[in-house]
C-alpha cells in the first residue's frame, strides 16, 4: 500500500508544480481566434508580452531591457494590415525580429487573433475628430 501512497503523491506533485508560473492559453479552444494564439505562444512569446497567452517576452523595466524584448501587447494596440508587415519584415526596424516568422495561413492567424486580443490593458483616451482647413 506504501508504494502506490508514494506514486500517488509524486503523481500529485508533479502536476501541482508544472502549474505554478504558467498561465497558458487563455482563449477557448473553441474560439476562431484559439489557434492564433497556439502559434503567437510558440513563436512570438520569447520575445512579446501578452496576458491572454500568459506571454511575457517584453521588458517590464528599461534597465531590464534587452535587444530582443519586443512590444508589449497588452498595452500595445495593432490591427491586421501591421501584424502582418512586422511579420513579413522582420518588426518595423527590421533589425531583430526575423523576417517570415510565420508563414500563409499561420501568419493571418497570428494577425487576427493580436489583433483581437492586443491592447486590452490600454488606457482608453478619448478622441476627437478635427477637421482642417486645406485653404
Given at each position: 500500500?506504501?508504494?502506490?501512497?508514494?506514486?500517488?503523491?509524486?503523481?500529485?506533485?508533479?502536476?501541482?508544480?508544472?502549474?505554478?508560473?504558467?498561465?497558458?492559453?487563455?482563449?477557448?479552444?473553441?474560439?476562431?481566434?484559439?489557434?492564433?494564439?497556439v502559434i503567437f505562444l510558440d513563436h512570438c512569446s520569447g520575445c512579446h508580452t501578452l496576458s491572454v497567452v500568459g506571454a511575457e517576452g517584453s521588458?517590464?523595466?528599461?534597465?531590464?531591457?534587452?535587444?530582443?524584448?519586443?512590444?508589449?501587447?497588452?498595452?500595445?494596440?495593432?490591427?491586421?494590415?501591421?501584424?502582418?508587415?512586422?511579420?513579413?519584415?522582420?518588426?518595423?526596424?527590421?533589425?531583430?525580429?526575423?523576417?517570415?516568422?510565420?508563414?500563409?495561413?499561420?501568419?493571418?492567424?497570428?494577425?487576427?487573433?493580436?489583433?483581437?486580443?492586443?491592447?486590452?490593458?490600454?488606457?482608453?483616451?478619448?478622441?476627437?475628430?478635427?477637421?482642417?482647413?486645406?485653404?
Open positions: 500500500m506504501r508504494p502506490i501512497a508514494a506514486i500517488a503523491m509524486l503523481i500529485v506533485a508533479s502536476v501541482v508544480l508544472g502549474a505554478c508560473g504558467s498561465q497558458g492559453i487563455q482563449v477557448s479552444k473553441t474560439s476562431p481566434y484559439y489557434r492564433g494564439a521588458a517590464t523595466s528599461i534597465k531590464d531591457r534587452l535587444k530582443t524584448n519586443g512590444p508589449n501587447f497588452d498595452f500595445r494596440k495593432e490591427n491586421v494590415e501591421q501584424v502582418l508587415f512586422a511579420i513579413r519584415n522582420g518588426g518595423f526596424s527590421g533589425v531583430v525580429m526575423p523576417e517570415n516568422i510565420v508563414l500563409g495561413d499561420d501568419a493571418q492567424e497570428v494577425a487576427e487573433f493580436l489583433t483581437h486580443y492586443s491592447g486590452l490593458q490600454s488606457q482608453h483616451e478619448p478622441t476627437t475628430s478635427i477637421t482642417l482647413s486645406t485653404k
